[in-house]
């Protein structure tokens, strides 16, 4: 019928990407501050140098883990995908439910603190809107 509702599957990221309408709807997205945290577990990095290269402003990918310690696990990753620690157990819920539910999450570096050796890494969190 003509006036049946038709739901489409197809993500608008997929739709816009290659069509010229693509440049108009990009400026369109919109970054929804959620949660400022910091990175967890930086100190149980195999390789710590990821962390001489980090610098405030720098966008991080989020990336759900399947972890048998945490079935909330949020791995955060940075612009060469590599591990820099996860969001803190205490804040990830949530994000994990976002996450599952096939919304795109990512996170922004705001601080880098160094207390002795160690670095606390201060991040923003943000719901990438289309």
Request: no cysteine.
């Amino acid at each position: 019928m003509a006036n049946e509702l038709v739901e489409k599957k197809e993500s608008a990221v997929a739709a816009i990407e290659g069509h010229e309408l693509g440049d108009i709807i990009k400026p369109l997205i919109k970054e929804i501050h959620l949660f400022d945290s910091y990175i967890a577990g930086t100190t149980h990095l195999d390789d710590t140098s990821v962390l001489e290269n980090i610098k405030v402003g720098d966008v991080l990918t989020l990336q759900r883990e399947d972890n048998k310690f945490d079935s909330n696990a949020i791995l955060i990753l940075n612009e060469d995908k590599k591990k820099l620690g996860y969001v803190p157990e205490k804040d990830n819920i949530v994000f994990a439910r976002l996450m599952d539910a096939g919304k795109l999450l990512k996170a922004k570096i705001t601080q880098i603190n160094h207390k002795g050796s160690f670095k606390q890494i201060s991040v923003g969190i943000y719901l990438v809107d289309f």
